[in-house]
C-alpha cells in the first residue's frame, strides 16, 4: 500500500467479446490506471490506500463508480463505470464495457424481492439496472426519459425489497401568477419541480407519485444569487433533490439540497407534514441542538425507531460549488435523533464523522453504516472514501491516485459480496528467453468479477485440451495473477481453485495458443514438438482426470460392443450381410500414424497427427464446442498482433 497524502440508447454491451477490438496492452494510459496482459480492455484507476487499524476494519468489498463530470452521454475511458474493489484497492470486477464506459451512479447492492441483487442508475437509457452474483442483468426498471424526467441520484428499495422507489424530475413552467407572487416576477419561469415514484417490485404498477409543484413554495430555495431573470431563464433547479426513503408509518422522507431541507411527505395527499432545515430558524420545523447544524446535504436515510425517536442520517457537506457561506469548518457524516412527539419537535446530533483531511466535499457524497457499527464515508472528491470505528477514530481512508480533473464518485459502499461468475478466466501467455538462454513460459490469468479464487493451477495440453499436465501452482495475487513455467509449452490453460482446494465453477479458462514474443531455444521447441506427438509415454496426466474416466468408459463400452458382435457372428445371430459389412469396415482407405512409431522428432509426422486430430471437433470444459484459434504467426487476419485465444467478460 501506498501512503495517502492528507487529504443504451444504446443496448447493454455483451459481457463477452473478442480482445481484438480492445486497446492493446502497450497503449499510453494516464497516469493512475491499471493495466492487464489477460485483459486490455479493463484499465481501472489505482487508488492510495492508508490503513491505520485493520483489525476493527468490517469485512467487504468496495463499491465506487468513477464519475467524469462530462461522461454521462458520451462514452469515456474504460475507468469510468461500476467497479469493486477489496480493502486494498484492488479490482475484483469492472463494468465498464457493460455501460459503454458512461457515466453509471448509485452502485450498490440492494435487497430485491427476497435475493441481493448489484444496483446502479444508467443516465443514457433513463433505467435502473439489477445484476445478480453472476453479472448477468436480472432487471431494468425505467425511471424516467434521459434529459428530462430522469434523476440519477437515488435509486432504492424498501419494504423489504418489495418496493422500488426513485427520484425523478418535471421540467415546467410556473405560472405568471406563481412567479409574482412567490419570486416578485412579473414573467414566465422556466424550473425543475422534484418528484419521485414507488412501484411494486413485481407487478411493476405505480403505487404512489409526488412532485413539488404547488406543494413547496419558491421561496424555500437558498439557491437564489444571481437575478431573478437569469434563474428564470435558465431551468432554476430552485430545490434539487438528491435523496428518497420511507418511514415505517408509510411517510416519506425526501432530501433537497438547494434547500438545505429535509422534508416528511404525506403518504394520504403528498403533503408536507415537517420540514428538517439545516440551519433551524423560522424555515424548519425543529429546534435543533445548540452543535447541530448542516446544508447542501446529500443521502438522507431512516435508520430505526423507537417510542420516542427517529434515528436519520445524512451527508452534511456543509458547502456546495455557489455564493453560500460554509455552515461548518469541514463536510461530516451526521446521524440525527428526530423527537415528533414533543412541542417544538426536536432534533439531537447522536454522532457526527469529519472529513478525513477537514476539507470540504462541495458536490457530493454518502454515508453508510455497517453491520458491525462503523460508518463509511463517500466524500466525493477524487473518490476519497473513509471507514471510522463507532467512537469517530478513523480506521482507513483510500483515494484515487489519478489527477485527472473533475474525476470522482457520486457514493461510495461497503458490502460483502460473493460473486460466482459462469464464463471463465481470461488468460494471456507468451514464451520469451531468458538472460541465461533457457525458455520461460509465462501465463497471466484473470477472471472478472470472482471472488472466491484462492489459487490457480497452470496446465499445459494438446491442442484439444484432451491431455494435460500441470505446470504451476500459485496463490491469486490480485486481479491479475502471473504464472511461470521454465520450458516451452505451446498449448495452455489455467483451473482456478478455492481456499479449500477445490475447483470453482467455470473456472478452467479455454485453450491458449502461447504466443513467442522472442526467437527461442529450439530444444525446447523440439521438446515439445516431441510431446505433442507422444504426450502419454512424456508422462502426461489422464488418471485423476475427468477425461480419463470419459475415455476409459467409452474404451469399456466399446469392447464389450466388440465381444459382443463377435459373439452374435460366431452364433449366426448377425446376418450374413450385416457380417459381411462389418468384416468389410475400415480396409485401406485410411491408415492412422501410431504415435509410438515415432521415434524423434518429425515436422512430416506432426503434421500428419495435428490434421488429423484438427478432424475432430474440439470441446471446450463444458462440453460445447469452441472456435479453436490456430495461429503459427502471432498475427489475426488484419496483420495486427493476436493477444487472445479466447472470449473475454
Given at each position: ?225 444571481s437575478p431573478v431573470e437569469r434563474r428564470c431563464r435558465e431551468h432554476w433547479d430552485f430545490l434539487h433533490s438528491n435523496a428518497i426513503d420511507k418511514f415505517p408509518d408509510g411517510n416519506y422522507l425526501l432530501s433537497t439540497r438547494h434547500s438545505d431541507t429535509l422534508y416528511k411527505i404525506s403518504k394520504d395527499d403528498g403533503s408536507i407534514i415537517w420540514r428538517l432545515h439545516g440551519l433551524g430558524g423560522p ?24 417510542a420516542t425517536h427517529t434515528i436519520i442520517s445524512l451527508l452534511d457537506n456543509a458547502m456546495g460549488a455557489d455564493p453560500q457561506p460554509a455552515t461548518s469548518k469541514w463536510s461530516r457524516a451526521l446521524k440525527i435523533a428526530l423527537r415528533e412527539d414533543t412541542q417544538p419537535m426536536t432534533a439531537e446530533l447522536i454522532a457526527s464523522y469529519d472529513h478525513p483531511s477537514h476539507h470540504h466535499a462541495f458536490r ?49 459502499f461497503k458490502f460483502a459480496f460473493v460473486a460466482a461468475p459462469d464464463y471463465p478466466p481470461d488468460i494471456y501467455s507468451a514464451a520469451s528467453t531468458a538472460a541465461d538462454g533457457t525458455c520461460v513460459t509465462t501465463v497471466h490469468v484473470s477472471w472478472n468479477g470472482a471472488t472466491e479464487v484462492a489459487r490457480w493451477k497452470l496446465y499445459k495440453s494438446d491442442v484439444a485440451g484432451a491431455i494435460f499436465v ?180
Amino acid at each position: 500500500m501506498r501512503p495517502l497524502l492528507p487529504l443504451f440508447s444504446v443496448t447493454l454491451a455483451s459481457l463477452s467479446y473478442c480482445f481484438a477490438q480492445h486497446a492493446s496492452p502497450t497503449t499510453p494510459v494516464p497516469l493512475g490506471v491499471q493495466t492487464y496482459l489477460s485483459r486490455p480492455d479493463i484499465q481501472p484507476l489505482r487508488w492510495l490506500v492508508q490503513v491505520f487499524d485493520k483489525d476493527r476494519l468490517a469485512p467487504g468489498y468496495w463499491f465506487v463508480s468513477p464519475y467524469d463530470i462530462n461522461g454521462n452521454t458520451q462514452p469515456e475511458a474504460s475507468w469510468i463505470g461500476p467497479h469493486i474493489y477489496d480493502g486494498d484497492g484492488e479490482l475484483v470486477w469492472s463494468g465498464s464495457h457493460m455501460f459503454n464506459n458512461i457515466n453509471v451512479m448509485d452502485f450498490k447492492i440492494l435487497p430485491v424481492k427476497g435475493e441481493e441483487l448489484l444496483s446502479m442508475l444508467y443516465a443514457k437509457e433513463g433505467r435502473a439496472y439489477l445484476l445478480d452474483k453472476h453479472y448477468r442483468v436480472r432487471e431494468t426498471v425505467f425511471t424516467g426519459d434521459s434529459g428530462s424526467v430522469f434523476n440519477m441520484h437515488d435509486f432504492h428499495t424498501v419494504e423489504d425489497g418489495g418496493k422500488y422507489l426513485y427520484l425523478q424530475r418535471n421540467i415546467t413552467y410556473a405560472s405568471r401568477e406563481m412567479a409574482l407572487e412567490q419570486l416578485g416576477y412579473d414573467g414566465e419561469c422556466f424550473l425543475v419541480f422534484p418528484g419521485f415514484e414507488e412501484r411494486d417490485a413485481v407487478t411493476q404498477d405505480v403505487l404512489f407519485k409526488w412532485d413539488a409543484t404547488g406543494k413547496i413554495p419558491l421561496s424555500d430555495s437558498t439557491m437564489d444569487y444571481s437575478p431573478v431573470e437569469r434563474r428564470c431563464r435558465e431551468h432554476w433547479d430552485f430545490l434539487h433533490s438528491n435523496a428518497i426513503d420511507k418511514f415505517p408509518d408509510g411517510n416519506y422522507l425526501l432530501s433537497t439540497r438547494h434547500s438545505d431541507t429535509l422534508y416528511k411527505i404525506s403518504k394520504d395527499d403528498g403533503s408536507i407534514i415537517w420540514r428538517l432545515h439545516g440551519l433551524g430558524g423560522p424555515r424548519g420545523d425543529f429546534e435543533m441542538a445548540r452543535n447541530l447544524n448542516f446544508s447542501r446535504q446529500h443521502h438522507a436515510r431512516f435508520h430505526e425507531q423507537n417510542a420516542t425517536h427517529t434515528i436519520i442520517s445524512l451527508l452534511d457537506n456543509a458547502m456546495g460549488a455557489d455564493p453560500q457561506p460554509a455552515t461548518s469548518k469541514w463536510s461530516r457524516a451526521l446521524k440525527i435523533a428526530l423527537r415528533e412527539d414533543t412541542q417544538p419537535m426536536t432534533a439531537e446530533l447522536i454522532a457526527s464523522y469529519d472529513h478525513p483531511s477537514h476539507h470540504h466535499a462541495f458536490r457530493r457524497g454518502n454515508y453508510q453504516t455497517l453491520p458491525n457499527g462503523n460508518a463509511f464515508v463517500g466524500w466525493s472528491e477524487r473518490a476519497l472514501q473513509s471507514e471510522h470505528a463507532e467512537d469517530g477514530t478513523l480506521l482507513m481512508q483510500a483515494a484515487l491516485e489519478t489527477k485527472m480533473p473533475n474525476m470522482g464518485s457520486y457514493r461510495a459502499f461497503k458490502f460483502a459480496f460473493v460473486a460466482a461468475p459462469d464464463y471463465p478466466p481470461d488468460i494471456y501467455s507468451a514464451a520469451s528467453t531468458a538472460a541465461d538462454g533457457t525458455c520461460v513460459t509465462t501465463v497471466h490469468v484473470s477472471w472478472n468479477g470472482a471472488t472466491e479464487v484462492a489459487r490457480w493451477k497452470l496446465y499445459k495440453s494438446d491442442v484439444a485440451g484432451a491431455i494435460f499436465v500441470e505446470l504451476a501452482d500459485e496463490p491469486r495475487s490480485g486481479f491479475e495473477t502471473a504464472l511461470s513455467y521454465t520450458g516451452y509449452a505451446k498449448y495452455v490453460h489455467v483451473q482456478a481453485l478455492d481456499r479449500n482446494g477445490k475447483q470453482l465453477a467455470f473456472g478452467r479458462s479455454k485453450i491458449f495458443d502461447t504466443v513467442n514474443v522472442s526467437e527461442l531455444d529450439a530444444a525446447a521447441v523440439a521438446a515439445e514438438h516431441a510431446w505433442l506427438l507422444n504426450p502419454v509415454a512424456k508422462g502426461a496426466g489422464w488418471l485423476g482426470h475427468s477425461w480419463f474416466a470419459i475415455f476409459a468408459g467409452g474404451a469399456a463400452v466399446g469392447c464389450v460392443f466388440c465381444l459382443a458382435v463377435a459373439w452374435a457372428m460366431r452364433r449366426g445371430v448377425l446376418g450374413s450381410q450385416w457380417a459381411a459389412r462389418l468384416r468389410g469396415r475400415g480396409g485401406p482407405a485410411y491408415r492412422a500414424i501410431a504415435l509410438h512409431d515415432v521415434a524423434e522428432f518429425d515436422e512430416a509426422a506432426l503434421d500428419a497427427v495435428e490434421a488429423k486430430r484438427r478432424l475432430r471437433p474440439s470441446l471446450d470444459f463444458d462440453g460445447e464446442p469452441f472456435e479453436l484459434h490456430d495461429d503459427d504467426s502471432d498475427e489475426d487476419v488484419d496483420g495486427t498482433p493476436s493477444t487472445e485465444r479466447s472470449l473475454g467478460r
